[in-house]
C-alpha cells in the first residue's frame, strides 16, 4: 500500500489560502490549479517511458514517450477544480468523467454518470478527488474503473482524513494515494478536520 505526502513549500502556502475561509473564490480557484500543477509532477514522477531515437540539429540521440496513455478521471463535481492543473502539463492526456453524489441523508455516495474513452485497459488512470473524506466515493469510483478494465490507476486528492485513507485502502490495496495533507479526522458530519469546507461549494462559489 502506497500513500505519498506531497510537501512543498508552494503547496503548503497554497494550500492556507484553501483553508482560510476568507479566500473569495478567484483566490480558492487559482489556489487549487496551482497545487494541481504542483502535484502533478510528484504523481507522474515513476510513469514508465519508452525509448526511440530522435533526430536533433546536430545528430540522432535517445528520445523518450510515454509508455501508456495517459486517462485523467475527476470525480464530478469538486474533481474539476484540480483538472485545469494536470491538463496544463499532460496536455496530451484524454478525460474522462465520473459524476458521484453525496446523500446527505445516509452519506453514502450514488454514482449518476460514467463516461471514459476507449481503451482504459492500457493506459496510466489518474483519479482525481480534492476530498479523501470517508473514502467511500473514491473507492467507488475505483471499482467502476476497474470494472471498466482500468489496470493502473493512481488517485490524488488534496486532503486526506485518516478514516478515508484507511477505507480506501481497506478496498484498494493496489492503487496509490497523493495528497498533499493528512487532515486530524472526520467530524460528525463527514467534513474533513480542519479541512477547506465544501470543495465544490468553494470552487464554484455555490
Ligand atoms: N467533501 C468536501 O468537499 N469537504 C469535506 O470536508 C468532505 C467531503
Not at 502556502?13 to 509532477?41: G, P, V
Not at 470525480?75 to 494536470?86: P, V
Not at 471498466?148 to 485518516?162: E, M, S, W, Y
Amino acid at each position: 500500500m502506497s500513500l505519498t505526502q506531497i510537501d512543498h513549500p508552494l503547496i503548503r502556502e497554497r494550500l492556507t489560502r484553501l483553508r482560510d475561509a476568507s479566500s473569495d473564490t478567484a483566490t480558492f480557484r487559482e489556489a487549487i490549479h496551482d497545487i494541481a500543477r504542483l502535484m502533478c509532477f510528484e504523481v507522474t514522477r515513476d510513469l514508465e517511458t519508452t525509448e526511440h531515437s530522435v533526430e536533433s540539429p546536430l545528430t540522432t540521440t535517445t528520445g523518450y514517450k510515454l509508455a501508456r496513455p495517459v486517462v485523467l478521471v475527476p470525480i464530478l463535481r469538486a474533481g474539476m477544480g484540480m483538472l485545469a492543473g494536470f491538463t496544463d502539463i499532460l496536455t496530451e492526456a484524454s478525460v474522462g468523467h465520473i459524476g458521484m453524489a453525496r446523500d446527505e441523508e445516509t452519506l453514502e455516495p450514488k454514482s449518476y454518470y460514467f463516461k471514459m474513452p476507449p481503451g482504459l485497459w492500457q493506459a496510466d488512470v489518474i483519479l482525481i478527488d480534492p476530498m479523501l473524506a470517508t473514502g467511500n466515493s473514491s473507492a467507488d469510483a475505483a471499482d467502476q474503473l476497474k470494472a471498466d478494465g482500468a489496470k493502473n490507476i493512481r488517485f490524488v486528492c488534496l486532503i486526506a482524513a485518516p478514516e478515508g485513507i484507511e477505507a480506501f485502502q481497506k478496498r484498494h490495496p493496489d492503487i496509490p494515494i497523493y495528497t498533499a495533507s493528512v487532515d486530524e479526522k472526520l467530524n460528525d458530519k463527514s467534513y474533513i478536520h480542519p479541512g477547506l469546507g465544501d470543495a465544490g461549494d468553494r470552487y464554484f462559489g455555490t
